[in-house]
């Protein structure tokens, strides 16, 4: 596989950089993420969050961490942002949005399996 990716590489071919969890499809030259079929529209931000706690499922991320890595060096944004970014991803992501969980005193992560329901199965 790496002898192939170097041959296209010094033939002009670029890799086409594209996640794929589920129905979620995300277009990382594009900036552009779809659900099955749907386009999202989701914000350059949102897509640069989305694509962050994607590429390190289950790993718990503060807020602060979160701004450090996605606004780097913005002024006169709180951790607030970091809240509101993900409420509005998570109304795009519809039914989706389960995936990307709460930490209590942390702040949030992304699980790719569905998240088990607590109610109990006979």
Avoid: C
Avoid at 65 to 78: C, F, G, P, S
Avoid at 111 to 121: A, I, L, N
């Amino acid at each position: 596989m790496a002898h192939i990716k170097a041959v296209l590489r010094r033939a002009g071919v670029e890799e086409s950089r594209i996640m794929t969890v589920g129905d979620l499809t995300i277009f990382e030259d594009e900036f552009r993420a779809t659900l099955g079929d749907e386009d999202l529209g989701l914000t350059y931000t949102e897509i640069q969050l989305l694509l962050y706690l994607v590429r390190h499922p289950r790993k718990a991320f503060t807020r602060q961490q979160l701004l450090e890595t996605i606004w780097k060096d913005a002024m006169m944004v709180t951790e607030r942002t970091v809240d509101a970014h993900i409420k509005n991803l998570r109304e795009k992501l519809g039914s989706f949005a389960e995936h990307v969980q709460t930490v209590r005193g942390v702040g949030y992560r992304f699980v790719e399996e569905k998240p088990e329901s607590s109610g109990t199965t006979a």
